[in-house]
């Protein structure tokens, strides 16, 4: 084993614990074994990641995987429905296998959950046009369709149904809650529901009100990196 491996496989060991330590038992138990045991090793195309990883965001290789075998090869028609995109990394993936995707992003200071902007309003706008540059790169601009404004305000006036709901916008409980409220409706019965963040311990938020999907419906379809599949029961 190489040295960096070596250290790279503390962080991740470190990580791990301090997501166990700190996850709800009673609560999140089943979620976390449902997506362990559904965890799989998903493919990008190597040309896909060569251009996606250029882009500055939070989407791992195995997590681009995941996206990717969703968009490609989940068995129902229509667009993907993302909310939260930054600088494209999730929205070049899910494109490139071939779906239409509306892209929901505030791009602006107003958002709650600020983690994604430590420059100010500066950097919002820069997010905005770096995304816009980084479609035009991935030639997937004619396939993505941008929709500025915030998720919960966009969501109340939409009339688009979606085969692939991607969440990835607010982190905080309140935010992820209101998300799936306003968005699930858009999403077709047979439909996939990714979630980013859940697993991974970074934000315990997202993962409880994942969690709390188990009661209402939803199954786990597939797990990698920090994000979960779900379908309707
Ligand atoms: C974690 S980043 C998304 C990362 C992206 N999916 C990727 O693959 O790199 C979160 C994004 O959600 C946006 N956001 C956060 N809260 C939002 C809200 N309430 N409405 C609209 N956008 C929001 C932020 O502007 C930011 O660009």
């Known amino acids: 084993m190489l040295c960096n491996e070596r250290v790279g496989l503390a962080v991740r060991i470190r990580l791990w614990a301090h997501f166990f ?15 362990f ?36 090869e989940w068995p129902v028609a229509g667009p993907v429905l993302e909310l939260g995109s930054y600088e494209g990394r999730s929205t070049v993936v899910l494109a490139r296998a071939g ?14 959950d600020l983690s994604a902007y430590s420059g100010g309003v500066a950097a ?18 004619a396939q993505v369709d941008i929709c500025r404004g915030l998720t919960q305000e966009v969501g109340q006036r939409w009339d688009i149904s979606g085969a692939i ?20 409706p858009h999403l077709l019965a047979e439909g996939l529901l990714l979630m980013h963040d859940v697993l991974g311990g970074v ?7 994942a969690s709390e999907l188990l009661g ?18």
């Open 216 to 233: 209402e419906g939803w199954r786990v379809v597939a797990s990698a990196g920090s994000v979960v599949a779900f379908a309707r029961e």
């Open 203 to 209: 934000y315990l938020d997202v993962t409880q009100a």
């Open 37 to 72: 045991r559904r965890r799989r090793r998903f493919r990008v195309p190597e040309e896909t990641w060569l251009v996606t990883q250029s882009i500055g965001g939070y989407l791992s290789l195995k997590e681009a995987g995941l996206l990717y075998w969703a968009a490609a």
């Open 21 to 35: 330590s700190n996850i709800s038992y009673s609560r999140d138990l089943g979620l976390v074994t449902s997506a």
């Open 124 to 141: 919002a706008d820069e997010a905005f046009h770096r995304f816009q540059d980084n479609l035009r790169r991935a030639q997937v601009e």
């Open 165 to 184: 709901l991607f969440i990835d916008a607010g982190h905080s409980y309140a935010d992820v809650k209101a998300d799936l409220e306003i968005w699930t």
């Open 99 to 112: 779906r239409r995707v509306y892209a929901v992003d505030a791009w602006s200071l107003d958002v709650d």
